[in-house]
């Protein structure tokens, strides 16, 4: 099985706070695999660490067999990665923001239209982005993470703020998208259990528990 | 993509976003024709005597303005949240920043015009005679400005009070340019000509490989939390 993501005792300092004590984590291609543990267990460091955003104070991180802050910019090309708050931009369209991404990513906007339709946003297309509800403008964040077909998805707190129905749509999704290796942080053990096959919890910023689910 | 292709977009994206606010453009545009309008009033007939102040009162407002337009830089992104975005983006920080900068020249350029056309009533300069030159200098002056502040915005996004720290910095920072572009300014206002310039030209260029040269090598890490 090809290794799509590997830590190698991973550990991040802010000042005087541990947010990771080294992580060591192997994650498959095709695999999805939940990031869960409570508020400040290191959930969200680990995922911008994942997505070159923010770079350990030791430890290494290489992602599709490379070195993810020495070939940022060749990674980045295969990451789609939405985190806690939006990306897109307010005083855009959602076409406007996907043109502009798919653009840099070298995407056209026709990649969106499968998952326009997939997360229901076609009606809401041509719609300035600050007029969206925390829903919508979350599913339309995910198509732009989604937008140059990214071989590993990561998405930070991909269920929070969002109703049952909305979070039952991006489990269906994802649950499609086998090639593809998911990485999602969550609090919601319940829905991370629906999407992932794997369990990772951290506390205090070390990896308290690797569960299988299924 | 490439790194100027890059740069192009977000620029395109910036000014698409900054026009979609057009009461923050307004602002700084009243701002400038506000300012010459006091400077005008308040000095009156000695302006047209003065070159040294009328070039000293027409670079003062154009570094105000270029503070109000330089707090639309990072600094917004950082406040809301889409500097992730940019962070996600397969081209290297170097053409996140060039992009920030093609934003800032295209909205300091649309100030620098107004303020010209205004200063040349209301100041009495003579702009006419001088054209190349005066477009000249305040063009590199004005590129000068856009690398220093679209970096120096960048420098403080993460800090707290980043848009007081902003006009704190910019104007140290910026001082090297400044100085010699009010120095050709008053030149030209006194009648010399393109020759007389190649002094202030000069430092204008080296200030301008300086903060690009700094800008390179280290806004790789100011990009970073």
Known sequence: MTVAVETIKVSKQYGPLWALKSVSLRINQGESVAILGPNGAGKTTIMKILATHVSPSSGAVNIFGKNAFKHGEDIRKRIGYAAHE????????????????????????????????????????????????????????????????PDLILLDELFEGLDEKTCNLLVDYFRNQQSKTVVISSHSIEWAKKLCARGVFLDRGEIAQDVNFR | MGFLSSALRIAEKDLKAEFRRAYEILSILVFSVSSILVCSFAWGSTLANRADVAAAALWVILFFASVLAFTTSFTREMDRGTLGGLKTLPCSPSAVLFGKILYAIVLLFLVESVLLVFSSVFLNLRLSERLVEFWLIFFIGMVDL?????????????????????????????????????????????????????????LLFAFLLSITAVAILTFKFVLEE
């Open chain 1, 86 to 149: 939006s990306f897109l931009y307010d005083e855009l369209t959602i076409e406007e923001n996907l043109s502009f991404y798919g653009k840099l990513f070298s995407a056209g906007l026709n990649s969106a239209n499968p998952i326009i339709e997939s997360l229901n946003l076609t009606r809401w297309y041509r719609t300035q982005v600050s007029q969206l509800s925390h829903g919508l403008r979350k599913r339309a964040d995910i198509t732009r993470a989604l937008i140059h077909s």
């Open chain 2, 146 to 202: 856009a690398f220093a502040g679209s970096f120096v915005s960048g420098l403080v996004m993460f800090s707290e009070g980043k848009t007081l720290l902003l006009s704190f910095l910019l104007f140290p920072v910026c001082m090297p340019a400044l100085i010699p572009s009010v120095l050709a300014t008053e030149k030209i206002v006194n009648g010399s000509g393109m020759v007389d310039l190649i002094p202030e030209l000069r």
